[in-house]
């Protein structure tokens, strides 16, 4: 790459004498040469500077990926630099909305009700008579999906007009983790188009504010899979929103990874090929997953298969013994060469153990990406605690399949906190001691209070109003008019048999603290459920007074024994005693049983989330871990790993 570098000086250098003669000599000359020749002199003359300050720049782009060919380098830099300068004009427009919020957020729901005012929808909720929030909620009340899902099979049908003036482009599923079923949400152009232009835009300006490195000549390694597309009655695709990241990212450009793995369908192998590719970047600057989950998996994998992946670098080869296409493993053999100082230093940094891996094989890196927040934040302390120590973890968006939700502008602050988008979601908020009514009052952006907590409730632009999709979040402060929110729970993942709502962070707090007392064991994983599941199960139908049962995977401790007693898995329910006042009542009254605390078997959590993939329609970039169990299967093969 030294070459490279050396040809962007001499570009510079002769762009910028070019540039100074053709001034010197036709622009501010005192003969008498004509105005349009002086002008034209003039903007030659401009275009040769802004050559010289990109050459000087292009240089400046250190260090570079392995690889890179000139033309990709060009590529790159050029599809950077305007990535940067429109995500600085994006978070600009941001910046600007979130100091008039009341107008932003009126001015949105006015023109999304006026898009479909004429609609079948449109005209059955009288849009027409609708010239204010608070009109607005007068009319619609709260919405649940039941109440959209004869409307969407008909538009999955082909119907047009019915909820929108347009074809929806796709319908995003969801995961299903909170209700066990997957919801089909029409999504339309102008939804995509927000996603990119005030999501993924503006977190491009806080990456290249906060990882000053970003943004250059490096690639970075993504781990994504085939996403199996299926398709309604109208030939419209129906799959995970997740994968429409890729919509806006040129793979070939910025990731180490080869296009031609995207054909590979088995999600092992095509993390091998992704682990195999990142490996022998060097140079690396970040790495990419959807969620913690499955940065975590990756790095076990690595862990456990580094040395077939190090013999592949030597060798430069795909491993024959992988399941991989045979037309697919070609073209991936052809793109490999035997590498074998590259594969002695992964060797001998493996042979080291695997704490701070990340950073000791790419020095470069800069940071990671992937959603920390919720149930993927013990996946996140994992990482920091092991494989990525020393490199900042990033959660930078905060959206779901039925809306873009908000940003986080702080990668540096140890939890995620995301800026709510005022500009591209309208929002309402349930007060938490209301969020059992079926129509509570909601409070309008600037009407929250900091420290509390609400449900979220959002109007989007693929035709879903008032709507509860289940988050549920904390107001910790206020950015200019905005709230900022911290994500607690979803609706359905909180413990809560008897209405003392107990979310993940405080359940998660307290099994962390029991297990460092119980001979400073780490938790690697854990997933509960209530009584009434077991019950159902097992056709009990003699238990009056429900209680949790709660499964946890442990790893580590200081003394070699992994027996618990019970006593000490007591300990858990009189932390949470402590930790939870409303849960004490319960417990004390005696309305609550004491929980149940069962130990798994290692590797149990990966074995369920592959489960999960194979019984169900969610796709392996889409899978979580259930915090609360809701499947009597789910439940049985819990049970069936029970030490």
Not at 528 to 548: G, H
Request: charged share 20%; glycine share 4%.
């Amino acid at each position: 790459m030294a070459v490279s570098f050396s040809w962007s000086l001499l570009v510079a250098v002769l762009s910028a004498t070019f540039c100074y003669n053709t001034l010197a000599d036709y622009v501010f000359t005192s003969n008498q040469l004509g105005v349009i020749f002086r002008v034209a002199a003039g903007i030659i003359a401009a275009i040769f500077f802004i050559i010289s300050v990109m050459a000087l720049d292009f240089n400046s782009k250190w260090p570079v990926s392995v690889y890179h060919s000139y033309l990709s380098m060009l590529n790159q830099y050029l599809k950077a630099t305007r990535h940067v300068i429109v995500g600085q004009i994006m978070y600009n427009k941001l910046e600007k909305s979130t100091k008039e919020v009341v107008k932003t957020q009126e001015k949105l729901l006015l023109a999304e009700i006026k898009k479909r005012e004429n609609t079948e929808y449109g005209q059955r909720f009288n849009f027409s008579q609708i010239k204010c929030r608070e009109d607005f909620v007068q009319h619609h009340l709260l919405t649940e999906y039941s109440h959209y899902e004869a409307y969407i099979e008909r538009v999955a049908k082909g119907e047009i007009n019915v909820m929108h003036s347009e074809r929806p482009v796709i319908f995003g599923l969801t995961s299903g983790t909170s209700t066990g079923k997957s919801k089909m949400i029409p999504i339309v152009r102008s939804h995509l188009k927000d996603l990119f232009s005030k999501g993924l835009l503006p977190v491009s300006h806080v990456i290249k504010t906060h990882f000053l490195q970003s943004f250059g000549l490096q690639k970075s390694m993504r781990l994504q899979y085939k996403v199996g597309w299926k398709f309604t009655e109208a030939n419209i695709p129906t799959g995970y929103t997740t994968a429409l990241y890729n919509k806006y990212e040129k793979q070939d450009v910025n990731m180490s990874t080869p296009v031609v793995a995207n054909g590979i369908t088995s999600e092992p192998e095509a993390l091998y090929i992704h682990l195999l590719f990142g490996l022998i970047d060097r140079n690396l600057e970040k790495i990419e997953a959807n969620f913690a989950s499955m940065l975590y998996f990756a790095f076990v994998s690595l862990e456990n298969n580094w040395g077939d992946l190090v013999e592949d670098i030597r060798l430069g080869r795909v491993n024959p013994d992988l399941q991989i296409e045979e037309t697919i493993k070609e073209q991936l053999n052809k793109l490999l060469s035997p590498n074998p100082a590259r594969a002695a230093h992964l060797e001998a940094e493996f042979q080291k153990g695997f704490v701070g891996i990340a950073k000791r094989i790419w020095h470069h890196c800069t940071h990671i990406v992937c959603c920390t927040s919720g149930a993927f934040t013990i996946y996140a302390k994992t990482l920091e605690e092991k494989y990525a120590k020393g490199i900042r973890i990033f959660s930078p968006l905060y959206g779901a399949t039925e809306a873009l939700i908000g940003i986080n502008l702080w990668p540096n602050e140890e939890t995620a906190h995301y800026l709510l988008l005022p500009n591209a979601t309208f929002f309402e908020f349930i007060p938490i001691d209301e969020q059992e009514d079926e129509q509570p009052n909601t409070l309008f952006l600037e009407q929250v209070d900091v420290g509390e907590t609400y449900e979220l409730v959002v109007t989007n632009c693929s035709g879903l109003y008032r709507y509860r999709f289940g988050d549920i979040v904390k107001i910790v402060k206020f950015w200019n008019q905005c709230p900022v929110v911290e994500f607690v729970a979803r609706k359905g993942q909180l413990l809560n048999v008897r209405g003392e709502k107990i979310n993940e962070n405080t359940f998660y707090t307290a099994l962390v603290h029991c297990a460092h007392m119980w001979h400073h064991f780490k938790v690697v994983d854990y997933t509960c459920c209530e009584s009434i599941l077991v019950d159902k199960l097992q056709a009990n139908t003699t238990s009056s007074v429900p209680y949790y049962l709660v499964f946890v995977e442990l790893k580590g401790g200081d003394t070699g024994d992994t027996h618990i007693t019970t006593e000490q898995k007591h300990m858990l329910d009189d932390t949470l005693r402590k930790m939870s006042y409303v849960y004490e009542t319960y417990r004390s009254s005696e309305s609550i049983k004491p929980m149940s605390v069962s130990f798994v078997k290692s590797g149990t959590f990966i074995e369920l989330q592959q489960y999960i993939v194979e019984t169900t329609r969610t796709s392996a970039n889409q899978v979580r871990i259930p915090r609360v169990l809701n499947k009597e299967d789910h439940l049985q093969f819990m049970l069936d790993r029970c030490q």
